[in-house]
């Protein structure tokens, strides 16, 4: 059973910076992965996804309106672990933080269906993020 390791929540004040991580278990990859928040009451919301071609040494990134141009995602090929660094955090980004992985369109053309919960098979198991005004 495929699982996906995160760290690195916490509470911070607004204008904060937190860096959160996901490493899949047993060696396992994944071309393409993407980091969900999800807020109590709401519904599970993308935040950005991160596809590479390990071959090609390419790479592309999807972010959602809400967080383009404060977070960034990023992944440590050597260590096969994925990153959300948020900046300039903000109270409405409270939330617990999921990494997913394992899509079955991995290599269909970017778009929004990188950022739903539905085209992802494997989840982490959530950290929480506070971010207090």
């Not at 709401?42 to 390419?58: D, F, M, N, P, W």
């Not at 994925?82 to 980004?93: I, R, S, T």
């Amino acid at each position: 059973q495929v699982q996906l390791v995160q760290s690195g929540g916490a509470s911070v004040q607004a204008g904060g910076s937190l860096q959160l991580s996901c490493t899949p278990s047993g060696g396992n990859y994944f071309a393409l992965m993407a980091w969900f928040r999800q807020a109590p009451g709401k519904q599970r919301e993308g935040v950005a996804s991160h596809y590479q071609i390990q071959r090609l040494h390419t790479q592309d990134t999807y972010y959602s309106d809400s967080v383009k141009g404060r977070f960034n995602v990023s992944r440590d090929d050597a260590k096969n672990t994925l990153y959300l660094h948020m900046n300039d955090l903000k109270p409405e980004d409270s939330a617990t933080y999921y990494c997913a992985g394992g899509s079955r369109r991995a290599g269909s053309p970017p778009g929004n269906w990188r950022l739903a919960p539905e085209e992802y098979n494997y989840w982490g198991r959530g950290t929480p993020v506070t971010v207090s005004s």
